[in-house]
């Protein structure tokens, strides 16, 4: 069993990209990457549009989203652990939950950017 469960939007190009990456840092095999669209409906933890609309996460059985759910995929990956261990202060992840806030609104025109430039 992974220590962490992350979903992501698969059809999503930018969304992809970032998680090929976070696979290829994965190097303990610690995250289970699941992509969304496919699952049936009792493989979602809650519903699929709220899973589309933010990043979640599940570790040590809570679910988490936004800026929590990345801080516990950094802990997974060591490179990233120090990261995503400074986001237990609640003023980091207050700050870190912002800054997602704000990539929230711009992640459509991401989204159309990165579907013009196939990964290599």
């Given at each position: 069993m992974h220590p962490v469960t992350v979903w992501y939007d698969g059809q999503c190009p930018l969304c992809v990209r970032e998680i090929a990456l976070m696979q290829r840092l994965d190097r303990r095999g610690r995250i289970d990457f699941v992509a969304i669209e496919g699952l049936g409906d009792g493989?979602?933890?809650?519903?699929?549009?709220?899973?589309?609309?933010?990043?979640?996460?599940?570790?040590?059985?809570?679910l988490l989203s936004g800026a929590a759910a990345f801080a516990a995929m950094w802990r997974a990956i060591p490179l990233l652990r120090p990261l995503g261990l400074a986001a237990r202060n609640h003023v980091v992840l207050a700050l870190l939950e912002r800054g997602y806030r704000g990539f929230l609104r711009v992640r459509p025109r991401l989204q159309r950017w990165t579907r013009r430039f196939p990964p290599a």
């Amino acid at each position: 069993m992974h220590p962490v469960t992350v979903w992501y939007d698969g059809q999503c190009p930018l969304c992809v990209r970032e998680i090929a990456l976070m696979q290829r840092l994965d190097r303990r095999g610690r995250i289970d990457f699941v992509a969304i669209e496919g699952l049936g409906d009792g493989a979602c933890p809650i519903d699929r549009a709220e899973l589309l609309a933010r990043f979640h996460a599940r570790e040590g059985g809570q679910l988490l989203s936004g800026a929590a759910a990345f801080a516990a995929m950094w802990r997974a990956i060591p490179l990233l652990r120090p990261l995503g261990l400074a986001a237990r202060n609640h003023v980091v992840l207050a700050l870190l939950e912002r800054g997602y806030r704000g990539f929230l609104r711009v992640r459509p025109r991401l989204q159309r950017w990165t579907r013009r430039f196939p990964p290599a």
